[in-house]
Nanobody
Framework: QVQLVESGGGFVQAGVFLRLSCAAS????????MGWFRQVPGKGRECVAA????????YNLDSVKGRFTIARENAKNTVYLQMNSPKPEDTAVYYC?????????????????WGRGTQVTVSS
């Protein structure tokens, strides 16, 4: 079992940089893939970005490519989502998730531990 705590969400204007952090504890963080998902009311969770255990491979949702970057510091048991040039359509609750395996996946079923989420609201 792993505990995940997100931070860094809030209310920002479009185009203003925002960084989400997720601190993990409870199991060997570096063994597992990590992901960031988001959800808006009435819709399912979608994977925004994911990263392999060894940092070598990442995935980004098409709509955030070139704007969002996922990164991890295994020594600090932390994963980040750097949000450059956020848009109003990026408004959602963002969740950090720990993968079941070391290789990333874009499906929610591939993650077995979730944070409580942090609200990100982007104004135009």
């Amino acid at each position: 079992q792993v505990q995940l705590v997100e931070s860094g969400g809030g209310f920002v204007q479009a185009g203003v940089f925002l960084r989400l952090s997720c601190a993990a504890s409870g199991r060997t963080f570096s063994f597992y893939a990590m992901g960031w998902f988001r959800q808006v009311p009435g819709k399912g969770r979608e994977c925004v970005a994911a990263i392999n255990w060894n940092v070598g491979t990442t995935y980004n949702l098409d709509s955030v490519k070139g704007r969002f970057t996922i990164a991890r510091e295994n020594a600090k048991n932390t994963v980040y989502l750097q949000m450059n040039s956020p848009k109003p359509e990026d408004t959602a609750v963002y969740y950090c998730a720990a993968g079941k395996r070391s290789i990333l996946t874009m499906t929610a079923g591939g993650y077995d531990n979730w944070g409580r989420g942090t609200q990100v609201t982007v104004s135009s």
